[in-house]
């Protein structure tokens, strides 16, 4: 099978800008999650699509948002961007069904490096 | 709130000796769910463990080894016979049990081995 893709794996905005981040699940895969990693807070949940619908979000503003199709791709967009948001953009995909016992084994792609300027 | 802590940021050994990572982590759920993952320099999060919490086991993966402890909320990684191989950032991290996904994960540990 293949793994979890990004794209574009490297990107350089400028300030104010907005971006839009595209994240391919493995097949089969319902629950797509999204998270930030930066050296000063580490690796933080940006929010969580199972079959087109958020399920969870995290504590970022409504500048981040995103978005699941049909065929379970998901994008990340980042409106007006600020040079904190420079990081590394990480997509994980699993096979959660969306009931309980969840919290399946999650697989992440090579991750989207975001540079802002 | 969640909460992971691992309070080792880096660590370095010699190639073939035995490391231990450890993991701390808080939560009021009864039930939950931990995980290691691996980031080599290539950036990509590798999964290596998931464990439930009624699961006390402790278990092998060839030269892992996770050793579970919830009366001490610990949930430890040891690498025996360490490789170059094994030089990365390795990540504990939580997830709930409210049919989501959301992993907390800890600050990492930087492990380097020495050749």
């Known amino acids: 099978k293949a793994g979890v893709t990004q794209t574009p794996r490297y990107l350089i905005k400028t300030r104010g800008q907005q971006v839009t981040l595209s994240c391919s699940p493995i097949?089969?895969?319902?629950?797509v999650s999204w998270y930030q990693q930066t050296p000063g807070q580490g690796l933080q949940f940006l929010f969580e699509y199972f079959s087109e619908t958020q399920r969870n979000k995290g504590n970022f503003p409504g500048r981040f948002s995103g978005r699941q199709f049909s065929n379970s791709r998901s994008e990340m967009n980042v409106s007006t961007l600020e040079l904190g948001d420079s990081a590394l953009y990480l997509c994980?995909?699993?096979?959660?069904?969306?009931?309980?016992?969840?919290?399946?084994?999650?697989?992440f792609g090579p991750g989207t490096r975001l540079t802002v300027t | 709130a969640q909460k992971v802590t691992q309070a080792q940021t880096e660590i370095s050994v010699v190639e073939k000796e035995d490391v231990t990572l450890d993991c701390v982590y808080e939560t009021r759920d009864t039930t939950y769910y931990l995980f290691w993952y691996k980031q080599p320099p290539s950036g990509e999060l590798v999964f290596l463990i998931r464990?439930?919490?009624?699961?006390?086991q402790n278990e092998i993966s060839g030269r892992y080894s996770w050793n579970f402890q919830k009366s001490t909320s610990s949930f430890n990684f040891t690498i025996t016979a360490s490789q170059v191989v094994d030089s990365a950032v390795y990540f504990c991290a939580l997830s709930d049990n409210f049919g989501n996904e959301k992993l907390t994960f800890g600050t990492g540990t930087r492990l380097t081995i020495i050749p």
């Open positions: 464990r439930n919490s009624f699961d006390e």
């Open positions: 097949s089969g895969h319902r629950s």
């Open positions: 994980a995909s699993s096979s959660g069904t969306g009931g309980l016992p969840s919290s399946y084994e999650q697989y």
